[in-house]
């Protein structure tokens, strides 16, 4: 058993674990890279906090929609040939956001870039579950996932410096330029992924969507990963808001703060994803919303600090961050059927983004900023809502761990 656990990577799963980070990596920046240039945003576009926060939202809405319409069909074709066809489309929204100019034109692209890309991070999900064994997953999933830190360490920091040099539509550009070379490894490089397609299924699209939907098993996977999503996502698209005006830290000082984060979330992951092949996930899960309860009420609660204990803060709660994702994620690639794993996923993928995308309006509806450059008020309040929600969110995992210890 130890040999199997400690089983090495094929040079074919390698290739396929840095070809999806890579791709994660554009995928993520594009969605994350919007919360660090919000007050650029805000004041270029002269827009207010609850502008903003639809303008972060749109996204997470248009991807959970086109991520339910997929669902249906997403067992019934080549994963490859998906992910080349929604990642395709996620690079022409992003062509549009850089080439916007106002805000109805960027909201629009925002929705746009949302309903291709909010599919492909499921997509890439099921490729790892398709390809690699249980006891592999945890390591997969840490490496993949690792493109969070990865834009944080390069994709936000160079962002942030691009946006103040040059303006925010660059950032977009540099985004669309990685993404074209990826699609084409993808293409020339990835085998088809197409063993699912073997399992003789007769169920019409919709109805294999309403078979996934209504099994009570699996809802139990989508109301965890709905609460795993809806805390993080009402803080995040705020927090450099927060910092620049509340904590009086200088926007050029903030790559400094992402790049130390994504740096330590880089050691951080592999040895999480490691963790939760070897010892029980659960524990994991719960060790990582412990310490994550506690750092999300000392950061939404700080008085004005050092740039040094900001960075401290950070650290440590994103470690947190991704002690909680990587567990769960290799938990719930455990859920489904093979021959219902991409509607699964599809539909995991869909309510993450609905909770993202609803956690951040509601967000918009509770920040108060009297002025554009005056502090955000009500930011505590978020944090006790993602405190309550991070606790409901742990009784839904431990039910996701007993179903999955039974399968």
């Not at 929604?86 to 022409?92: A, C, S």
């Not at 490496?143 to 040099?165: H, T």
């Not at 008020?377 to 742990?394: D, P, Q, R, S």
Request: contains cysteine; aromatic residues 14%.
């Amino acid at each position: 058993m130890e040999d199997i656990i400690n089983a090495n990577f094929t040079s074919y799963q390698k290739l396929i674990i840095f070809v999806l980070a890579i791709l994660q990596f554009t995928v993520v920046l594009d969605f994350t890279i919007i919360s660090p240039i919000g007050d650029i945003l805000i004041k270029t576009l002269n827009i207010t906090t609850k502008q903003f926060g639809f303008a972060v939202s749109s996204y997470a809405f248009s991807a959970a929609a086109s991520g339910i319409i997929a669902a249906g069909f997403m067992d019934k074709f080549d994963r490859k040939k998906a992910l080349i066809f929604f990642y395709t489309g996620f690079i022409i929204g992003t062509l549009f956001c850089a080439l916007s100019n106002t805000y109805i034109s960027l909201l629009i692209a925002r929705i746009f870039t949302g309903f291709f890309g909010g599919v492909i991070s499921s997509i890439v999900l099921t490729i790892i579950s398709d390809l690699f064994m249980p006891y592999q997953r945890g390591r997969a999933m840490s490496f993949v996932q690792m493109a969070f830190a990865g834009s944080q360490i390069l994709g936000i920091p160079f962002g942030l410096f691009i946006a103040n040099k040059l303006g925010w539509h660059y950032t977009f550009f540099l985004i669309v330029i990685l993404a074209l070379i990826v699609v084409l490894i993808i293409i020339f490089k990835l085998k088809s992924i197409n063993e699912h397609l073997k399992i003789v299924s007769d169920k019409k699209p919709l109805l294999h969507l309403w078979h996934t939907v209504k099994n009570k098993k699996y809802q139990v996977g989508f109301l965890g990963i709905t609460f795993l999503s809806i805390g993080g996502y009402m803080i995040m698209p705020f927090m450099t808001i927060y910092l620049v005006n509340n904590i009086h830290i200088a926007s050029s000082n903030l790559p400094i703060i992402f790049m130390i984060t994504g740096l330590s979330s880089l050691v951080m992951m592999p040895i999480v994803g490691k963790l939760s092949d070897k010892y029980s996930k659960l524990k994991i899960f719960l060790f990582g919303t412990f310490t994550s309860i506690i750092m999300i009420a000392i950061y939404t609660n700080l008085p004005i600090v050092p740039l040094w204990s900001v960075v401290v803060i950070n650290v440590i709660m994103f470690a947190s961050i991704m002690s909680r994702m990587v567990p769960f994620q290799a938990l719930n690639s455990m859920m489904p059927n093979k021959e219902d794993r991409g509607a699964y996923m599809s539909i995991s993928s869909s309510l993450q983004q609905i909770a993202g995308g609803l956690g951040t309006v509601i967000s918009g509806f509770i920040i108060i900023q009297k002025s554009k450059t005056s502090p955000i008020e009500n930011f505590y309040v978020l944090g006790y809502l993602a405190i309550a929600i991070a606790i409901l969110c742990a009784y839904f995992v431990f039910r996701v761990y007993k179903l999955t210890i039974k399968k």
